[in-house]
């Protein structure tokens, strides 16, 4: 069943004659990490400060965690949130930023500190001094206070800006470590669309203040021909054979090509299966989905319009 | 908003600016006893600070020095308001406590608490310092001590009330400008400009805008001659004008 964390109806806000958004029609449900993907000024962080109440809301109506109106207040108290860049006492250490928020949130002990710590990568710098950190380690004193008191929902906008390479795979898993041991709900914007691919269930394009189109993750590599390609002079042999082990969203290209349409998908296993039932293979190949030529093409769309 | 309260004074009890602020107030306070100097920002010197030039000084001679020195005070408690309030909006912390459970009002409202509690416990340490001074260099009390006592409590709650209020103007402009600068010069320069406005224009309703001359006016001269109402009510009316208007303002913000 899905349940809704996040539902956001025919919202619109104006900066004087600045249209920042129009209409937007918004449902983020309970599991779902949703990658917003837009331009610069394209509306995401504005769409970000509405929900977490930092811009009044002019038009339409957002409820978070079922709660609306006068009870929203108490379902921000559930959320976390990095909004445009993470702010904290720099004179303040690690430790201390964190013990402040906890208490802002009637939390106490150490323990609770301690453990955010150690899921951040910070342990070792709990007696820094906040203004001392490098970029990377902000970003994640950034992640900390977010998920501090436990969220049900997580609002991140930019998280992975200024990362190391090494600093963007570590955040990335520390994404999916939330969503999958907590069972928290994100939202996450980012410019690096190859991130946002690895770690998003469903995607919401976002331009010129439009939401323009939403979709999941599976819908995006359908649409983009992303799986597993099998090359193989047996084509209606191998499909009927991976038809009776389950593969069952198969797209016959041509006479020589099969795609197994699931990214999840082992080549390895595939392979096994086919050499099994006798069909020769002479390729086999993951071919993912470019989340950015889905979107280039998207744009280019909407621009000829 | 306790939770915000207590947030506060944890951050506080971590920040050296504070144990500085303790420091100074201590040092001075003690200095100006037992030195018998009067220090403070005065347009007119008052008949009190004559009578207390002319006079062997008591214990009690020496809290309504300090009251005639109080003014300075104002100037060295920037630093708390700057620390309570300042940082959150020139640091942008006040984004991490708005997206807790914390609503507008209550926002504004522990600020201006913190900061009234500060003030009452730095005042406090400046007027305890003044009567302890007194006592340690061998003054008599100038009058009996359970008066004396109650006098001492009157000084500091009155002097601590006045200078939030003027904070409280200052959180107002703060909240509206998000400028420091701003807050901070309006405070330091208030006392003095409403004098000067005072003199040059002889508008007569500008006393009751004159904070810090009405602690002083409050805490040494004899209570049956001062006209309570009209300065109560106008500062309590300004407090609400803060609160709200601070809330109002902070509302319709983009944060």
Redesign the interface.
């Known amino acids: 069943m899905t349940i809704p964390v996040l539902e956001i109806k025919q919202v619109s806000k104006k900066?004087g004659h600045y249209q920042a958004l129009t209409d937007i029609d918004l449902t983020i449900n309970r599991g779902d990490i949703f990658g917003l993907i837009g331009e610069n000024g394209a509306g995401k962080t504005t769409l970000m400060?509405l929900i977490?109440?930092?811009?009044?809301l002019q038009q339409g109506q957002i409820t978070l965690l079922g709660e609306t109106g006068s009870h929203y207040?108490?379902a921000?108290?559930r959320?976390?949130?990095i909004?445009e860049?993470p702010?904290?006492?720099?004179?303040?250490t690690v430790a201390?930023n964190l013990?402040?928020?906890a208490?802002?949130?009637?939390l106490s002990g150490s323990q609770l500190i301690d453990q955010t710590l150690a899921f951040v990568g910070l342990a070792e710098k709990a007696n820094t001094r906040a203004g001392r950190l490098s970029l990377g380690q902000k970003q994640r004193l950034g992640l900390g206070?977010a998920i501090l008191?436990q969220p049900d929902f997580l609002i991140l906008d930019e998280p992975i800006n200024g990362l190391d390479p090494a600093g963007i795979i570590e955040f990335r898993q520390l994404l999916k470590r939330l969503n999958q041991e907590r069972q928290t709900t994100i939202l996450i914007s980012s410019h690096i669309l190859t991130e946002l691919y690895q770690v998003s269930t469903r995607f919401g394009f976002i331009h010129h203040g439009h939401l323009i189109q939403q979709l999941t993750k599976a819908a995006l590599d359908e649409a983009n021909q992303s799986g597993v390609l099998i090359t193989t002079p047996m084509v209606a042999s191998a499909a009927r054979i991976l038809d009776q082990a389950a593969y069952t969203a198969l797209q016959v290209i041509d006479d020589q090509h099969l795609l197994v349409q699931a990214t999840a998908a082992d080549p390895a296993k595939i392979n096994q299966i086919l050499v099994s039932g006798g069909v020769a293979v002479t390729a086999i190949n993951q071919r993912t989905g470019s989340l950015e030529q889905y979107y280039t093409a998207l744009l280019r769309k909407e621009g000829g319009k | 908003m306790i939770n915000q309260i207590r947030a506060d004074f944890y951050r506080q009890r971590h920040t050296w600016g504070s144990y500085l602020t303790v420091l100074l107030t201590i040092i001075f306070s003690a200095t100006i006893t037992a030195q018998r100097s009067v220090g403070g920002i005065m347009i007119n010197g008052t008949d009190l600070l004559q009578r207390l030039e002319n006079s062997k000084w008591t214990v009690l001679s020496g809290l309504q020095s300090a009251t005639l020195s109080s003014s300075v005070l104002l100037y060295g408690y920037l630093g708390i308001f700057v620390i309570v309030i300042g940082y959150e909006f020139s640091q942008s912390t006040y984004k991490n406590t708005l997206i807790s459970r914390i609503s507008r009002l209550q926002f504004v409202l522990a600020k201006f608490l913190t900061l009234f509690l500060d003030l009452l416990g730095l005042v406090g340490i400046f007027y305890i310092t003044a009567f302890l001074t007194g006592r340690i260099v061998g003054r008599a009390w100038g009058e009996p001590l359970p008066t004396l006592l109650g006098h001492l409590a009157i000084m500091i709650l009155t002097v601590a009330f006045f200078i939030n209020v003027i904070f409280g103007i200052g959180l107002l402009l703060l909240v509206v400008t998000h400028s420091t600068v701003i807050a901070a010069v309006t405070i330091a320069v208030w006392p003095l400009l409403v004098s000067l406005i005072g003199m040059t224009t002889q508008w007569s309703w500008l006393k009751y805008f004159d904070f810090m001359g009405t602690a002083q006016q409050i805490t040494t001269q004899s209570l049956a001659t001062i006209k309570f109402a009209p300065i109560i009510g106008t500062s309590l009316g300004l407090i609400v004008v803060i609160i709200v208007g601070s809330t109002i303002a902070i509302r319709h913000q983009e944060l």
């Open positions: 900066f400060r977490t109440q930092l811009s009044p207040q108490q921000l108290s959320i976390g949130a909004i860049s702010a904290f006492f720099k004179k303040l201390e013990k402040i928020f208490i802002q949130h009637g206070l008191p």
